[in-house]
């Protein structure tokens, strides 16, 4: 039986010595991250799920090369996921609409006022309406700055964690952060401006 | 603080998130005069609870059931203890399938050419297993039986293995004939045509006659031999009668 206070190194320690039970710990202790941050990342379910299993196929082939020297179990899981997503969405780069031109956005959104606009993009929703539409807004987000959104906003992973996982310096993952916040809030606002000029044209 | 600094901590300040005390003053300052700076702060606060709304929703996903059941079962394919047979991945398993066929198929093909071989060479180097010799001396001969005196007959009686003489088949005529320097006689037609044909793909036999044979074969012969046995050598051709027989010293 294994104790429910041992902690994730113990666990991958005793599974890379073959006990099933603590690889088994490990997986339902992590699995539910990790699947979450595939899914928010991919927008589809399929790939989180295909994502997880390499992720933890990994861990059970290519264990013993963590080094909790670097960062977590749970940073060197997210790692993995990471690289397996990122190879996926550069493969389904052209079918998945991933991001619009970042500068582009930017510049439109000054243009139009949005950006420092008082609009409050998610006014008048209903909860699910809003989650739809962050998601979206989310998804619609260039790599780079989309996982920062998932690891740090979505995972709460905090900044040390995920330059750990990103591989770059915290001053990279706040950066990253601040600008992909920024950029999400742009996106919801044009959403909302948007829909209120469809509403006024009916009127 | 202008709007370009309040736009550098407004998720901070909308996250409540550790900031500087004195920083939070200034930006709160900052909005309370700047109106474009509030419509931020507040687009801000929406975007928080919008991501936090969506983070809520998310815990109750997981991976399915059946990605636990294919890990667990590759844990215990991949962390078996040495010494235990592993059992190979599909894609694996199935090369190593395929090359077992080949290599059995190999191992037939080389095992038939030697047996085929050994055959050949036993065939060709080896007395082969004695058959029947059918003989066609002259149809009155040939009725009258075995101990008759026609050397024919003499011969059917031993192919029959009925105590009148024996056969010891001695395959090609070219490598078991018997030397020139050892022969009684050259071959004298059972039919009374040799043809030259006959030679080709015969068999020499050796066999052993009653010596009262010979006189029937218009050699000379004596009341000593009549009692005695002679060996002879008798031509089968392809389509096994007897064509000739000579007799050697």
Not at chain 1, 79 to 107: C, F, K, M, T
Not at chain 1, 193 to 200: R, V
Not at chain 2, 106 to 127: C, N, P, S
Not at chain 2, 190 to 207: C, H, K, M, S, Y
Request: charged content about 25%; some cysteine; glycine content about 8%.
């Amino acid at each position: 039986m294994i104790p429910p206070t041992l902690g994730d190194d113990d666990l991958l320690r005793l599974a890379m010595a073959g006990d099933e039970e603590a690889f088994l710990a490990l997986y339902r202790r992590r699995q539910g991250g990790i699947y979450r941050f595939a899914l928010h990342m991919s927008g589809h379910p399929d790939v989180a799920e295909e994502v997880t299993q390499e992720v933890f196929l990994a861990l059970i082939r290519d264990g013993s090369r963590y080094d909790a020297a670097r960062g977590s179990v749970s940073a060197f899981l997210y790692g993995i996921a990471r690289n397996h997503l990122l190879r996926r969405l550069e493969r389904d780069r052209h079918s998945v609409p991933l991001a619009e031109n970042l500068s582009q956005d930017r510049e439109r959104g000054m243009a139009d006022g949005f950006f420092l606009s008082t609009v409050d993009p998610l006014a008048d929703l209903t909860r699910a309406e809003v989650i739809e539409r962050v998601r979206q807004a989310v998804l619609a987000l260039p790599a780079a700055y989309r996982e920062v959104v998932v690891l740090c906003d979505l995972q709460e992973l905090d900044y040390g964690q995920a330059a750990r996982v990103l591989d770059c310096p915290v001053g990279t993952v706040r950066s990253r952060l601040h600008r992909a916040r920024a950029l999400l809030t742009e996106k919801l606002r044009a959403l909302r401006q948007a829909e209120m000029k469809g509403i006024g044209n009916r009127e | 603080m202008n709007c370009q600094e309040f736009e550098l901590i407004v998720h901070e300040m909308a996250r409540e998130q550790p900031l500087d005390a004195a920083v939070r003053r200034e930006g709160l300052a900052h909005v309370s005069a700047c109106a474009d700076c509030a419509g931020l702060l507040a687009g801000a606060y929406s975007l928080g609870a919008g991501l936090r709304a969506l983070a809520a929703e998310s815990p109750l996903k997981e991976a399915p059931a059946s990605v636990e059941t294919a890990l667990l079962e590759a844990f215990k394919q991949l962390t078996r203890p040495a010494g235990v047979r592993r059992d190979p991945p599909r894609w694996e398993s199935a090369r190593w399938v395929m090359a077992k066929w080949v290599l059995a198929a190999t191992a037939a093909a080389v095992l038939a050419a030697v047996t085929l071989g050994v055959r050949y060479w036993r065939a060709q180097r080896t007395i082969p297993e004695v058959q029947p010799a059918r003989v066609s001396a002259p149809a009155a001969a040939t009725d009258r039986g075995a101990g008759d005196g026609n050397p024919a007959a003499h011969l059917a009686a031993a192919s029959r293995g009925n105590g009148a003489g024996s056969i010891e088949r001695r395959g090609g005529i070219a490598s078991q004939a018997t030397p020139a320097a050892k022969l009684a006689t050259d071959f004298l037609p059972l039919d009374g045509i040799l043809d030259p044909l006959d030679f080709e793909q015969a068999e020499l036999v050796r066999v052993s006659l009653p010596g009262s044979a010979l006189a029937d074969l218009g050699l000379p012969f004596n009341e000593e031999a009549e009692t005695t046995t002679i060996t002879a050598e008798v031509l089968i051709a392809e389509d096994g009668t007897a064509r000739a027989i000579r007799i050697p010293r």
